[in-house]
């Protein structure tokens, strides 16, 4: 009898996990599976605050304006246009780390009722209800985003640190306290400009 007992708790034993881990299983099992996020396009360097402050003096804001900033970083240009100016704001960033960051600035700073974080894809925003945006990417990246500031509202502002945008003729630029360069939607390519059809060359004449 003994012995029919001892084969019946081995049997048991095998097929039945032990209790910590039937509960490991059961957890992984419920646990949410994030899809990975893609990497961020560049290395984050936060804005001076005096470029900051010169970016959004350019950007002529006004009462009842909404601010992107695309790439937030740690979220203090959001955090300063609401501060200083009252305005509503959105930063935006791909890396849950940034994002993480801003959220505790914007709470720090007490303006979590003007001021929003995204964790998004700055190239899949729609930003047709934006009046100011302000960027500090890589040259490349400000032209990866001309298709979606071509779709601005005419009158919306682009301050951009450091960078401009090839092909596109800032209304203003300055050097000082920082290199910042400022667009006013609709913008236009200089081949637009001048009249060329948008993704079409002229052909070379053979001779």
Same mark, same amino acid.
């Given at each position: 009898?003994?012995?029919?007992?001892?084969?019946?708790s081995l049997? $048991?034993?095998?097929?039945?996990?032990?209790?910590?881990?039937?509960q490991?299983?059961? !957890?992984?099992?419920?646990?949410?599976?994030?899809?990975?996020a +893609?990497?961020? *396009?560049?290395? %984050?360097?936060?804005?001076?605050?005096?470029?900051?402050?010169k970016?959004?003096?350019?950007?002529e804001?006004?009462?009842?304006?909404?601010?992107?900033?695309?790439?937030?970083?740690?979220g +203090?240009?959001?955090?300063?246009?609401?501060?200083?100016?009252?305005i509503?704001?959105?930063?935006v960033?791909?890396?849950?780390? +940034?994002?993480?960051?801003s959220r505790?600035?914007?709470?720090?700073?007490?303006?979590? =009722?003007?001021?929003?974080?995204?964790?998004? *894809?700055? %190239?899949?925003?729609?930003?047709?209800?934006a *009046?100011?945006?302000?960027?500090?990417?890589?040259?490349? $990246?400000?032209?990866?985003?001309i298709?979606?500031?071509?779709?601005?509202?005419? &009158?919306?502002?682009?301050?951009? =640190?450091? %960078?401009?945008?090839?092909?596109?003729?800032p209304?203003?630029?300055?050097?000082?306290?920082? !290199?910042?360069y400022k667009?006013?939607?609709?913008?236009?390519?200089? +081949?637009?400009?001048a009249?060329?059809?948008? &993704?079409?060359?002229?052909?070379?004449v053979?001779?």
């Amino acid at each position: 009898m003994k012995r029919l007992l001892l084969c019946s708790s081995l049997a $048991l034993a095998t097929i039945l996990p032990p209790p910590l881990q039937a509960q490991e299983l059961i !957890t992984a099992a419920k646990a949410p599976q994030q899809a990975p996020a +893609r990497r961020p *396009d560049v290395i %984050f360097v936060p804005t001076p605050q005096e470029a900051v402050d010169k970016m959004l003096e350019m950007a002529e804001i006004k009462k009842g304006d909404l601010l992107y900033d695309l790439g937030c970083g740690d979220g +203090r240009i959001v955090v300063t246009a609401a501060k200083k100016y009252g305005i509503r704001a959105i930063g935006v960033d791909i890396d849950p780390k +940034r994002i993480a960051e801003s959220r505790e600035n914007v709470k720090k700073n007490n303006v979590g =009722h003007l001021v929003e974080i995204r964790q998004a *894809d700055i %190239f899949e925003l729609d930003l047709k209800d934006a *009046d100011v945006v302000t960027l500090y990417l890589l040259p490349s $990246l400000n032209v990866k985003l001309i298709p979606q500031l071509q779709k601005l509202k005419p &009158g919306t502002r682009i301050v951009s =640190h450091s %960078f401009d945008m090839e092909g596109v003729e800032p209304v203003e630029a300055v050097e000082e306290p920082a !290199t910042i360069y400022k667009w006013v939607a609709p913008i236009k390519t200089k +081949r637009e400009a001048a009249g060329a059809e948008p &993704g079409k060359e002229k052909k070379a004449v053979g001779r």
